[in-house]
């Protein structure tokens, strides 16, 4: 069936470093990949995603990137700051032929930026 | 604000009642997805509405069912609830029900079983 594997459960980085998480997926139809920060006790908030004819995607210093033949996605922050600190969520999702789009989600990271 | 609105943001009650969730889109979205959140199962997808009409359904639970209305807004019932549906509810939209829209989230709805 559908799955998102999502690694590392917890991060923990100093300020100013960068962070990456890693994501596979496992339904080779799958072909749009966005990427949530929550924050304690609120909503998901999407923060970059990419489809499945991009190898990569930059906004500031967020960035994601796709190898569709090994099925992984990555998110990358660079020069971390502690408003980082926050559970992302991977997500991946195929429209199924313009039906839908519903997600299937990885796990979570914790990241916890250092001052 | 993502401009998805969820009522009510808490609602504490026992087992065995029923309760509705209801959710109400951004403007101009015409799907709407309900999720749930606990700390053990992490955010699944429940089901999936498009102007009206079911159009996909995850894992949910036969207790539990959802209608979107005309004018867009949706509710998620749960009923014969037990303690293991204590969670987080969200809501999300989008435009359209393929095409990989992005979708935004509600606030959520807190849900505690007692």
């Known amino acids: 069936g559908e799955n998102v594997e999502q690694h590392p459960s917890t991060l923990s980085v100093q300020e100013g470093d960068s962070a990456v998480i890693k994501c596979t997926y496992s339904?080779?139809?799958?072909?749009?990949f966005p990427w949530y920060k929550q924050e304690l006790g609120k909503r998901p908030q999407l923060i970059i995603d990419i489809r499945s004819n991009v190898g990569e995607k930059k906004d500031q210093r967020i960035a994601v990137t796709l190898n569709k033949t090994a099925k992984h996605f990555s998110l990358h922050i660079t020069e971390t700051q502690p408003e980082d600190s926050a559970v992302y969520f991977c997500?991946?999702?195929?429209?199924?032929?313009?039906?839908?789009?519903?997600?299937?989600f990885g796990t979570g990271t914790l990241l916890a930026v250092q001052p | 604000d993502s401009g998805v609105t969820q009522t009510p943001k808490h609602l504490i009650t026992a087992t065995g009642q029923r309760v509705t969730l209801r959710c109400s889109p951004r403007s101009g979205d015409l799907s709407v997805y309900w999720y749930q959140q606990s700390l053990d199962q992490g955010l699944q997808f429940l089901i999936q509405?498009?102007?009206?009409?079911?159009?996909a359904k995850g894992n949910i639970l036969e207790r539990f069912s959802a209608q979107q209305f005309p004018d867009l807004h949706s509710e998620l019932n749960l009923s014969s609830l037990e303690l293991g549906d204590s969670a987080l509810y969200f809501c999300?939209?989008?435009?359209?029900?393929?095409?990989?829209?992005?979708?935004?989230f509600g606030d959520g709805t807190r849900l505690s079983i007692l």
């Open positions: 997500a991946a999702s195929s429209n199924y032929g313009g039906a839908t789009n519903k997600l299937i």
């Open positions: 999300a939209s989008s435009e359209s029900s393929g095409g990989n829209q992005p979708q935004h």
């Open positions: 339904d080779s139809a799958s072909n749009y």
């Open positions: 509405y498009y102007n009206g009409e079911e159009r």
